[in-house]
T-cell receptor, first 116, second 114 residues
Framework: GAVVSQHPSWVICKSGTSVKIECRSL??????MFWYRQFPKQSLMLMAT?????????EQGVEKDKFLINHASLTLSTLTVTSAHPEDSSFYIC????????????FGNGTRLTVT | AQSVSQHNHHVILSEAASLELGCNYS??????LFWYVQYPGQHLQLLLK??????LVKGIKGFEAEFIKSKFSFNLRKPSVQWSDTAEYFC????????????FGQGTELSVKP
């Protein structure tokens, strides 16, 4: 079946540095990918919708200059956390679907980011 | 505003007990509805989904859910739980024609005692 791969699985970085997270759809083309954030013991919150070849759409309250999203191809979207701070420590999860919501959404395994 | 509410934050059951997890949503239009499960240390997995048709949908591992449009509900059920069902369960809403965007409920932690 369809698989979404996320890399890295976990990363530790120092405050002030930037971290890039990759999300790949392995056996299908994903025109749209989604980035979620999950704090411990809480639900997933949609951060942004990543559209291939165009600018991402950010949810209210999400800083687009801090969370840079690039969707350069139909199988790859990247999320870059710029100038990370300890409060950015979280679990970041991407998802992808083949079409506009009418097929099952597939989730990556997530990336655990710890900013020290 | 679009939202999903899961009434139970933590449910504790003994094996073989029946399970029902509540999920209500707020959205005036057509919706697709999902239940996901997250086992400890693992990623989200799809349990079942409702797009249209029969409001009673059956998923994997013996789970089912019923869409009641008049109540804006999509409760998850299982007649007899097992210890291996211990996990976090998330109800999610996809507003129709908004792509794959999902709005998640707060999640319900299920603990099944052997």
């Amino acid at each position: 079946g369809a698989v979404v791969s996320q890399h890295p699985s976990w990363v530790i970085c120092k405050s002030g540095t930037s971290v890039k997270i990759e999300c790949r759809s392995l056996d299908f083309q994903a025109t749209t990918m989604f980035w979620y954030r999950q704090f411990p013991k809480q639900s997933l919150m949609l951060m942004a919708t990543s559209n291939e070849g165009s600018k991402a759409t950010y949810e209210q309250g999400v800083e687009k200059d801090k969370f840079l999203i690039n969707h350069a191809s139909l199988t790859l979207s990247t999320l870059t956390v710029t100038s990370a701070h300890p409060e950015d420590s979280s679990f970041y999860i991407c998802s992808a679907s083949r079409d506009r919501g009418n097929s099952p959404l597939h989730f990556g395994n997530g990336t655990r980011l710890t900013v020290t | 505003a679009q939202s999903v509410s899961q009434h139970n934050h933590h449910v504790i059951l003994s094996e073989a007990a029946s399970l029902e997890l509540g999920c209500n949503y707020s959205y005036g239009g057509t919706v697709n509805l999902f239940w996901y499960v997250q086992y400890p240390g693992q990623h989200l997995q799809l349990l079942l989904k409702y797009f249209s048709g029969d409001p009673l949908v059956k998923g994997i591992k013996g789970f089912e859910a019923e869409f009641i449009k008049s109540k804006f509900s999509f409760n998850l059920r299982k007649p007899s739980v097992q210890w291996s069902d211990t996990a976090e369960y998330f109800c999610a809403l996809n507003p129709y024609n908004q792509g794959g965007k999902l709005i998640f409920g707060q999640g319900t932690e299920l603990s099944v005692k052997p």
